[in-house]
């Protein structure tokens, strides 16, 4: 009787918090989870340790001159705006990623790690851990100087950065304590997906991102849009969610066929299988967005490293290149902003073409399927059916990529539209969340799949 009330209790909850509740009653599923837990926790600590000799609450004056520092502030869950020794993030490593996944097709000896399998595979991860460890030292530098001379007229360094005289044992200390907080980050990472819930990195980036949401509440709760406005953020909010994971869900299946031959009764028999190849509509995921804006945004950071000369044409070249291709600087629907905006479409389209077809020459889909005996109906194998696969993903990148697009440039324009120049709602944190979140929820699903629960993703 006590069994079937249990039952019919569970079967009225909704499917993912009945989920919930299996997972944390299996004791294994439930150490992933804490053990997850533990080390976000223990990131958001590090994210509050500041670097030597310079003081965060001087620093505030910086940020709200620039809108670029807010950005970048915003995807390293505030440690940025403190000076934190994880001021970084994990992004010099999914820069040596990006870079190492894009260059491997150019070098023999790298395709060849490639295809060894498991230690192949590990080999290259150690080259990005080498080549993280530069990009650090090259952009914690960057950050550095920008930030100093946009706090300049408070106290907030202690020294000038560079590498002559007295400022350069701070300088490299400093950089030394953002190289160290970026590598602990990837290093927790790493523990995660090795022993926790969800893919390591991804959630450190996940819990930068959704650290720094209460800052944009409290943001807007301050400002003077009024109800009526605030009504619309919160629409535009769910509908980029909603139309983020319909996008990261869409495939188009192609049916694929597979020969094989059976030995039964002393005969050899011909038997076919069928099964299909899903092509992602947004193969290329966030990566378009990372490199559209870290180029467009390019300019305005060197910018402000010369608003400050001394000679008056630098510093109008600089104020334009500044206004220009500063998100959110020009403070409403110029033409400057259209420029941006146009600009960070334009490269998204065009990075979400390259990165698709760049992954999709590394898999060599053709090739492996005719190893394995399985054809396209309807297409030769080899070469035809690789060139009907392009054609497909070609096909289908335009819809990922025009989306991509319009979910870059939607939060600018509706951030404009508002009003409220001092929010920022990051299209590429919304299209991260999203990812991390239904990728976590499968590998739950998977989990309690092997232990015979029924799953909730539908």
């Known amino acids: 009787m006590a069994l079937a009330a249990s039952r019919q209790q569970a079967a009225s909850r909704p499917r993912l918090l009945q989920a919930l509740i299996d997972a944390l009653h299996q004791e294994d599923v439930r150490k992933k989870l804490l053990f997850t837990g533990a080390l976000l926790v223990v990131f958001r600590f590090v994210a509050h340790i500041p670097i030597p000799d310079v003081d965060p609450r001087q620093i505030q004056s910086a940020f709200n001159q620039s809108?670029?520092?807010?950005?970048?502030?915003?995807?390293?869950?505030?440690?940025?705006?403190?000076?934190?020794?994880?001021?970084?993030?994990?992004?010099?490593?999914i820069t040596a990623t990006i870079i190492m996944q894009l260059i491997t097709p150019l070098f023999p000896s790298l395709q060849n790690l490639q295809k060894e399998g498991e230690q192949g595979r590990h080999r290259l991860e150690l080259y990005q851990y080498w080549m993280s460890v530069p990009l650090c030292f090259v952009q914690g530098y960057a950050q550095l100087v920008i930030l100093h001379r946009l706090a300049q007229g408070t106290t907030a360094f202690h020294f000038s950065p560079g590498f002559t005289g007295n400022n350069a044992l701070p300088t490299v200390t400093a950089l030394f304590a953002l190289t160290a907080g970026t590598m602990f980050l990837v290093w927790?990472?790493?523990?995660?997906?090795?022993?926790?819930?969800?893919?390591?990195?991804?959630?450190?980036?996940?819990?930068?991102?959704?650290?720094?949401?209460?800052?944009?509440?409290?943001?807007?709760?301050?400002?003077?849009?009024?109800?009526?406005?605030?009504?619309?953020?919160?629409?535009?909010?769910?509908?980029?969610?909603?139309?983020?994971?319909?996008?990261?869900e869409a495939v188009r299946k192609i049916p694929v066929q597979y020969a094989k031959s059976v030995f039964r009764a002393g005969k050899m028999y011909r038997q076919s299988g069928q099964s299909h190849i899903p092509l992602r509509v947004n193969s290329a995921g966030m990566i378009p967005l990372i490199f559209a804006f870290s180029i467009v945004i390019l300019p305005s950071l060197g910018a402000q490293y010369f608003q400050t000369s001394g000679t008056a044409w630098v510093r109008a070249i600089a104020n334009f290149m500044n206004n220009t291709f500063s998100p959110g600087s020009t403070g409403g629907r110029t033409n400057a902003s259209i420029g941006f905006y146009f600009a960070i479409f334009l490269l998204v389209v065009v990075f979400s073409f390259f990165y698709t077809l760049v992954v999709f020459q590394?898999?060599?889909?053709?090739?492996?399927?005719?190893?394995?005996?399985?054809?396209?109906?309807?297409?030769?194998?080899?070469?035809?059916?690789?060139?009907?696969?392009?054609?497909?993903?070609?096909?289908?990148?335009?819809?990922?990529?025009?989306?991509?697009?319009i979910v870059a440039v939607i939060p600018y324009l509706a951030t404009n539209w508002f009003g409220i120049t001092s929010l920022q709602i990051s299209s590429t944190g919304l299209l991260i969340v999203v990812g991390v979140v239904i990728d976590t929820m499968k590998q739950l699903e998977a989990q309690l799949l092997m232990r015979n629960y029924e799953g909730f993703i539908r």
């Open 362 to 405: 590394q898999q060599n889909l053709a090739e492996n399927l005719q190893k394995q005996g399985g054809f396209v109906p309807g297409i030769r194998p080899g070469r035809p059916t690789g060139e009907y696969i392009m054609r497909v993903l070609v096909r289908i990148t335009w819809a990922g990529a025009i989306f991509l697009g």
């Open 67 to 93: 809108q670029v520092l807010g950005l970048f502030n915003l995807f390293s869950g505030g440690a940025l705006r403190r000076i934190s020794i994880a001021a970084l993030g994990v992004y010099p490593y």
């Open 188 to 248: 927790l990472g790493d523990l995660i997906t090795e022993s926790g819930i969800g893919n390591g990195i991804s959630l450190i980036i996940f819990g930068g991102i959704v650290a720094g949401m209460p800052g944009l509440l409290v943001q807007v709760r301050n400002s003077s849009i009024g109800i009526f406005g605030l009504i619309l953020i919160v629409i535009v909010a769910v509908g980029l969610v909603a139309s983020m994971v319909w996008m990261q």
